[in-house]
């Protein structure tokens, strides 16, 4: 069972979570990072370290973001992998906690 990133990482993009990863299985877009349904092995090692809360195994995805889970698989297709941890957007915290985000999602 795949971890899944939902809505609250859009526009927060913390990337804490990458350096974790045993099996760079996460990709990065403009403003959201996925993760890669074939490659995650289900280690649970990221999920603690989102600040935003957005990881979630597949099973446990909060209600109404079930979408999230074919979009991680759609783009993680053609976003290229990210393991290094990078500085999250200046503007992150203010995002972190809104809700209906993805009209911001930029693919």
């Known amino acids: 069972m795949p971890f899944v990133v939902v809505e609250n990482c859009i526009k927060c993009k913390y990337t804490d979570c990458v350096e974790v990863c045993p099996v760079d299985c996460f990709h990065e877009g403009p403003?959201?990072?996925?993760?890669?349904?074939?490659e995650c092995i289900d280690c649970t090692l990221c999920e603690p370290e989102c600040p935003?809360?957005?990881?979630?195994?597949?099973?446990?995805?909060?209600?109404?973001?079930?979408?999230?889970?074919?979009?991680n698989a759609e783009l993680s297709r053609i976003w290229p992998v990210i393991t290094m941890r990078k500085?999250?957007?200046?503007?992150?915290?203010?995002?972190?906690?809104?809700?209906?985000?993805?009209?911001?999602?930029?693919?």
Request: charged share 35%; proline share 14%.
């Open 31 to 38: 403003n959201f990072l996925v993760i890669d349904p074939d």
């Open 52 to 71: 935003a809360k957005a990881i979630f195994p597949e099973d446990d995805v909060p209600a109404g973001q079930e979408h999230f889970t074919p979009l």
């Open 87 to 107: 500085d999250a957007p200046p503007d992150a915290a203010e995002w972190d906690g809104k809700p209906d985000k993805l009209d911001q999602l930029i693919r």
